[in-house]
Nanobody, 115 residues
Framework: VQLVESGGGLVQPGGSLRLSCAAS????????MLWFRQAPGKEREFVAR????????LYRDSVQGRFTISRDNAANTVYLQMNSLKPEDTAVYYC?????????WGPGTQVTVSS
């Protein structure tokens, strides 16, 4: 099983980034996919979720309307489009695949929002 995030980097406030998470080793289309983030000195927090078919999404309040989660089950990839980025979005972003009782995590990708 492997989850590999990419697309992180340094961006100015108001800018955009698109994170990708490539999955392998399990039946991707059967799993709920989530993004979490962890800022320095803080606990890991939920960012967004998409159901296995891609029709249902959920976001934390602070990113609602700015971030969009999507998935391509044919490509075994989940995305997080992040627009209007703010300094408080700075964190390591983690991809998570969940289907009871299985719970898989990627190593994370750093997103830094700074001028």
């Amino acid at each position: 099983v492997q989850l590999v995030e990419s697309g992180g980097g340094l961006v100015q406030p108001g800018g955009s980034l698109r994170l990708s998470c490539a999955a392998s080793g399990f039946t991707f289309s059967s799993y709920i996919m989530l993004w979490f983030r962890q800022a320095p000195g803080k606990e890991r927090e939920f960012v967004a979720r998409i159901n296995s078919g891609g029709a249902s999404t959920l976001y934390r309040d602070s990113v609602q309307g700015r971030f969009t989660i999507s998935r391509d089950n044919a490509a075994n990839t989940v995305y997080l489009q992040m627009n209007s980025l703010k300094p408080e979005d700075t964190a390591v972003y983690y991809c998570n695949a969940f289907s009871t009782p299985y719970d898989y995590w990627g190593p994370g990708t750093q997103v830094t929002v700074s001028s």
